[in-house]
């Protein structure tokens, strides 16, 4: 079956412009979550949407925001981007239950210039 | 912050033999948890979970302990091959959240493989 699909694969933007990242869940798969990993905070959890809802936020600034679409495809937004924005943006999709494993996509690499 | 942490950055170890990685954690509402390896360029690839009603779980040449008592996780990787080369994360998430919660990672241990 298809895994996790993240578009684009790389992306480079200019400080003070916006971002918008897409990921489509595993078929059947109802929740996404969202994570940022940087060498130097690691991978961090930005947020869970399940069933179009976004169920729980981590500790980022109101700039990072998403959303969740019926299909259960997600898309996360960061506006006024910042240098440190630079990271490798990683979903991950499950059916939602809370123990049945998270597949990851390969990540969207974004530069920040 | 609570967080899950590995104790080594970087594991150097022989092909062919046993590697051990190792991971404590200090949320004692974790009640699930996975192993990851990331290769370069890559996302996250799933290798083995455990719930916290379970102290052991084996795989194909993986094996994952908890130690509920010291908070403590390890995965044991059997006759480490070159493919194994990657870094290795322990995450966990508490089970109640029902998948709200996300995942805390750890800092991960890069396991390298000598010849």
């Known amino acids: 079956k298809a895994g996790v699909t993240q578009t684009p694969r790389y992306l480079i933007k200019t400080r003070g412009q916006q971002v918008t990242l897409s990921c489509s869940p595993i078929?059947?798969?109802?929740?996404v979550s969202w994570y940022q990993q940087t060498p130097g905070q690691g991978l961090q959890f930005l947020f869970e949407?399940?069933?179009?809802?976004?169920?729980n936020k981590g500790n980022f600034p109101g700039r990072f925001s998403g959303r969740q679409f019926s299909n259960s495809r997600s898309e996360m937004n960061v506006s006024t981007l910042e240098l440190g924005d630079s990271a490798l943006y990683l979903c991950a999709s499950s059916f939602g239950s809370g123990s049945d494993g998270y597949t990851f996509g390969s990540g969207t690499r974004l530069t920040v210039v | 912050g609570e967080s899950v942490g590995l104790h080594l950055p970087t594991l150097s170890v022989q092909e062919g033999d046993n590697s051990i990685i190792n991971c404590a954690y200090s949320?004692?509402?974790?009640?699930?948890f996975i192993w990851y390896k990331q290769e370069s360029g890559k996302g996250p690839q799933f290798i083995i979970d455990i719930r916290s009603n379970m102290d052991k779980r084996q795989g194909q040449r993986v094996t994952v302990l908890l130690n509920k008592t010291v908070k403590h996780l390890s995965l044991q990787i059997a006759a480490t091959q070159p493919g194994d080369s990657a870094v290795y994360f322990c995450?966990?998430?508490?089970?109640?959240?029902?998948?709200?919660?996300?995942?805390?990672f750890g800092k991960g241990t890069h396991l390298i493989i000598q010849p």
């Open positions: 949407y399940f069933s179009e809802t976004q169920r």
């Open positions: 078929s059947g798969h109802r929740s």
């Open positions: 995450a966990e998430t508490p089970y109640s959240g029902g998948g709200a919660d996300g995942l805390t």
């Open positions: 949320n004692s509402a974790s009640d699930y």
